[in-house]
Every structure is written in structure tokens, then in C-alpha cells.
């Protein structure tokens, strides 16, 4: 009885693996993160020679980043190894995430930015978004008003006095949107002209200013609201940036460090990453001071791991 159920066991999990191979996409249904993995290698022609072995006899190895028991073992050299760590980081853990049922949501422009290269500027102009066109019907008012129904006089003249609010409130808004634009466009011309699309520091507070507007004004004024330029659609409120607290770096904002931080990691050596205290170091010789804590949030708030767990062994 016990070499018959095992018979059964073993003939039920190999149609098992062979129903999860004919599976779409390749790794759903797979009992675990190995066997998810192992199921798109199989499924991919172009995978690497040993890729399929390295996850299916070395996982836990690979998952402790030992790379050198791996070479060891497959008696595979430092470029090979470090094809198949590239390969694998390109599958997904969670395939059947590709069916997700979340809601597309549409970005409609409120104002376009255009480069003038002549005149070195940037030029901003509203949308039909911002400044839609609304038709008060002229002729029906007219055609109702005189007649002897007060009920009726009242009602027609409520709707066109709530045009008329309509119309100056919509000519209102399309006017600060176009003013704050084009304070964007002034202060981050390095953005849009530049070739690093470099942004500088800038509060709310610092625009309505300019303005001579309240703070919150701008706050709305920007919020959910989306300017198209000849290299991407951007959300206002994604200019408006906080400054490092460092008079030694007041041109500087947070975001703009961030970007010259994953820079740094990114052409570091893999076997020898730079730790925090090495790129407040790099960062200094740059003239951008900064503590060893400073830079450590910087990177975590970018995900991005510490140098020991970056390190790739030898």
C-alpha cells in the first residue's frame, strides 16, 4: 500500500510541474519563489547556459550572495557568474501580477512648455484642460425671458449669473496656473534647457511671493495638475523641491544629491561598493558637504541597499 501511494504521490506532482509548464506567464502557480523562477528559465530560450542549474542546485548559496561557492562548485569564471545575476534579476517573483485589475488612470496636460532655442527661453501655454469651453445658450434665454412667468424670469437669470461666476472663476484659475508656469519655467530654466534636467530648490512660499498670492492659492493651484514638454509629461508639484539645510549646499536640493548619489553607485566597482563615509568623501570633492547620516537617508529612502549587502564576493 505504501509503494502505491507513493507511485500515486509521484505521478500526481509530475502532472503537477507539467500543467504549471504549459502555464501563461511562465512561473504562476509555482509552490515557491525557486520553483517560480526556475519555471521562466525553463521557459526562456535565451537564458543563460547554467542559469537553470545555478537556481535549481545553488538557491540558497545564490540567495546568500556567495558567489564564489557558486564559481567553486560549477567551476565557472567572475563574467559568467555575474551573466547569470543579471539574467536572474530580470524575472519577476510575482508573474501573475502582469493581470492586475487596477484602474488606468489618463494624465491630461494643463499647460504646455515649448523651448524656444532662439531665444533661450521656455514659452508656456494653457490647454483646452485649463481653459475649456463653455457655451451659455444666448438664443434660449432670450426666447424665455420676457415671457410673464416670474418663476421662470428668476430661474434664467440665477443660471446665467452662475455662468458668469463659472466663466470668471475658470478665467481665474487658468490665469494662476499660467502665472505659476511660467515662474516654474524662469526659475527651473537649467531643467528644461540643460541636457541633466538639474532642478533647484524651491518652496511654495518662494512662488506665491513672486506672486503676491497666499501660499495655499499655489498649493491648489498646483495640486493634480500636469505640465507636457518635448521630453515628458511632469507633475507641477514635482518642481517645487526642498533645500538641503546646509548654507554650503543652499543651491542644492535634496532630490538633485539623490541623483548624484545613485549615479556614484551605480558606476561603482561590485566588489568593492562604496560605503556612506566613502561617498560623503566623493560628494565632498564635488563641493557638496554632507554628514555620513545625511547621505546614509538619502540612500534608503532611494531603496537602495547598504554597501556590505551590495557587495558581490570574489
Not at 463659472?166 to 508656469?181: A, C, D, F, P, Y
Not at 515628458?232 to 532630490?255: H, M
Not at 546614509?296 to 537602495?304: F, N, Q, V
Request: net charge positive; glycine share 4%; proline share 4%.
Amino acid at each position: 500500500m505504501i509503494c502505491n501511494k507513493t507511485k500515486v504521490d509521484q505521478t500526481t506532482l509530475l502532472d503537477a510541474l507539467t500543467l504549471l509548464q504549459q502555464l501563461d506567464p511562465p512561473g504562476v502557480g509555482a509552490r515557491n519563489l525557486q520553483e517560480c523562477i526556475l519555471l521562466q528559465i525553463q521557459a526562456d530560450q535565451s537564458a543563460p547556459k547554467l542559469a537553470y542549474q545555478v537556481i535549481d542546485q545553488h538557491f540558497d548559496e545564490f540567495v546568500e550572495h556567495d558567489w564564489s561557492q557558486i564559481m567553486n562548485q560549477l567551476k565557472i569564471k567572475n563574467q559568467e557568474i555575474a551573466q547569470i545575476i543579471s539574467y536572474i534579476k530580470t524575472l519577476s517573483p510575482a508573474p501573475g501580477s502582469v493581470f492586475g485589475t487596477e484602474e488606468i488612470g489618463y494624465i491630461y496636460p494643463d499647460l504646455i512648455f515649448k523651448v524656444n532655442n532662439l531665444k533661450k527661453k521656455v514659452e508656456v501655454t494653457l490647454t483646452k484642460k485649463t481653459n475649456p469651453e463653455i457655451i451659455f445658450k444666448q438664443s434660449y434665454f432670450e426666447k424665455f425671458v420676457n415671457l410673464p412667468d416670474q418663476e421662470v424670469k428668476d430661474f434664467l437669470q440665477q443660471k446665467r449669473s452662475e455662468y458668469k461666476t463659472l466663466i470668471n472663476n475658470l478665467e481665474q484659475r487658468g490665469t494662476t496656473i499660467l502665472k505659476v508656469g511660467k515662474e516654474i519655467a524662469n526659475f527651473q530654466k537649467d531643467f528644461f534647457l540643460g541636457e541633466n534636467h538639474t532642478l533647484k530648490p524651491l518652496l511654495l512660499r518662494d512662488v506665491a511671493q513672486k506672486l503676491q498670492l497666499h501660499e495655499s492659492t499655489i498649493s491648489r493651484a498646483v495640486n493634480g495638475k500636469y505640465l507636457k514638454c518635448d521630453f515628458g509629461v511632469f507633475e507641477l508639484k514635482s518642481f517645487f523641491k526642498r533645500p538641503i539645510s546646509s548654507k554650503a549646499n543652499a543651491d542644492l536640493s535634496a532630490e538633485s544629491i539623490q541623483v548624484q548619489i545613485k549615479a556614484l553607485i551605480k558606476a561603482e566597482d561590485p566588489q568593492h561598493p562604496l560605503s556612506d563615509s566613502k561617498l560623503v568623501k566623493v560628494l565632498a570633492d564635488s563641493k557638496i558637504f554632507l554628514s555620513r547620516r545625511t547621505v546614509a537617508k538619502y540612500r534608503e529612502e532611494l531603496h537602495i541597499p547598504s554597501s556590505t549587502k551590495r557587495k558581490q564576493k570574489e
